[in-house]
């Protein structure tokens, strides 16, 4: 019978053999970076940590098996995960990006990308006609579902069709979900990425990337440009990013949890116009979210009435940490235009909505009262100005 989700986590894709590693239930920590050979022409099948390590292949296994992929490979962070890919395309070949990315990869795409050589054009997945900006030249879609920060979906399987009937790789960032709510692979993406620093670490303590392929093909040459351009992840940070996933499921269920009564709890205040959570059955793309995750994610954008406001909840929160990042167990809150999407060109920012009023709450899983203790205290005093 194949494993649950939840049972992956823990277990991990778990070939083990009894009494493999002595019976140590946590995978061990193969901090080498050399291995010697039995003899000449002979090997263990490690060589060099750069190419191949037992710890960080367990934890490749083991996200692959949770994205429903036959390749795993992890990074050293997200950006060297999204970096690495971008060397499978040549110079003069064109990608169609969504406009509401993480704002590193914007960054990445537009200064790295571009003097590289690729042509790169930005649209709304959600609203535009995507098959009328395919050119000659496009030879991949890169999207995020839901966007960061504006939490909008796009349909995944939609699009994949549009990839497939135009012979274009689908690349999806599924960092906002993680393996547990949604795998993009099944539903015709080629390539799924991950910043593990977020929800597959889970604790804010340590950076890491991933890519999840089905394709042997592209899982070679990945293969390839890892070994030659060597942003591997360190067997430590492998183990701790394993260690993470164990909770993965319980984290998940949780900060969702808190997440759905936060944004129904904002809503309620004057102060704030609008709340984006696709957990929200307003939100557009709530019922595309139904049939393509198993849940909505613990991410909350929210608009307030001023940029004032938006400082004073910023400056005034306590429990709540006012930091970058998202995915840990601690509860965060972000200022898109300065922080995460500071790096967005200016027109780009007004397009998709990214203002001086947008905050981003990365809902963690501490007991809900207490986050409603500490925002209803700065809402109180907002209202005392
Ligand atoms: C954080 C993040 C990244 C970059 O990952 P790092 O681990 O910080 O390098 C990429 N995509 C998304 C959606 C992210 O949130």
């Not at 019976?23 to 060589?47: L, M, N, R």
């Not at 993480?102 to 003097?115: D, T």
């Not at 960092?175 to 709510?181: A, H, I, K, R």
Request: net charge negative; hydrophobic share 40%; charged share 20%.
């Amino acid at each position: 019978m194949k494993r649950k989700v939840g049972t992956t986590c823990i277990h991990g894709e778990e070939s083990k053999t009894k009494g493999e590693h002595f019976g140590a239930i946590s995978y061990p920590i193969y901090q080498t970076a050399t291995f010697a050979h039995p003899g000449v022409g002979q090997s263990t099948g490690y060589d060099y940590s750069r190419m191949q390590n037992p710890t960080r292949e367990q934890l490749e296994k083991t996200v692959a098996a949770l994205e429903e992929g036959a390749f795993g490979f992890a990074f050293s962070s997200g950006m060297a995960a999204i970096a690495t890919m971008m060397e499978l395309f040549q110079p003069g070949q064109h990608l169609l990006i969504d406009s509401d990315l993480y704002g590193g990869s914007i960054r990445l795409f537009e200064h790295i990308s571009k003097k590289n050589g690729l042509q790169i054009t930005a649209l709304d997945f959600c609203q535009d006609d995507v098959v009328s900006h395919i050119q000659e030249n496009t030879v991949a879609l890169y999207v995020e579902t839901p966007t960061n920060p504006m939490m909008n979906i796009t349909d995944l399987k939609k699009i994949s069709e549009i990839a497939k009937k135009h012979k274009l790789l689908l690349l999806v960032d599924n960092t906002f979900l993680s393996p547990y709510f949604q795998n993009p692979l099944s539903f015709g993406a080629d390539v799924v990425i991950h910043s593990g620093t977020k929800y597959l670490g889970g604790h804010n303590d340590t950076l890491a990337g991933f890519l999840v392929v089905n394709e042997e093909k592209i899982a070679e040459q990945i293969r390839f440009l890892m070994k030659t351009t060597g942003a591997a992840l360190a067997p430590m940070d492998s183990w701790l990013i394993l260690r993470g996933i164990k909770t993965l499921a319980i984290r998940m269920e949780k900060a969702q949890e808190n997440a759905i009564f936060l944004s129904k709890w904002l809503g309620e205040q004057s102060q704030i116009r609008k709340v984006l959570y696709p957990g929200l059955p307003e939100h557009k793309g709530h019922e595309i979210m139904k049939k393509q995750s198993r849940g909505f994610g613990a991410m909350v954008s929210f608009e307030v009435d001023s940029k004032e406001t938006a400082f004073f909840i910023l400056e005034k929160v306590q429990l709540i940490q006012y930091a970058e990042s998202l995915g840990g167990v601690e509860t965060l809150i972000t200022y898109p235009i300065t922080q995460t999407h500071a790096d967005v060109p200016k027109a780009l920012q007004e397009k998709n909505g990214i203002t001086d009023c947008l905050l981003r709450l990365s809902v963690g899983i501490e007991d809900i009262s207490d986050l409603i203790q500490d925002l209803g205290q700065v809402f109180w005093q907002l209202e005392q100005r």
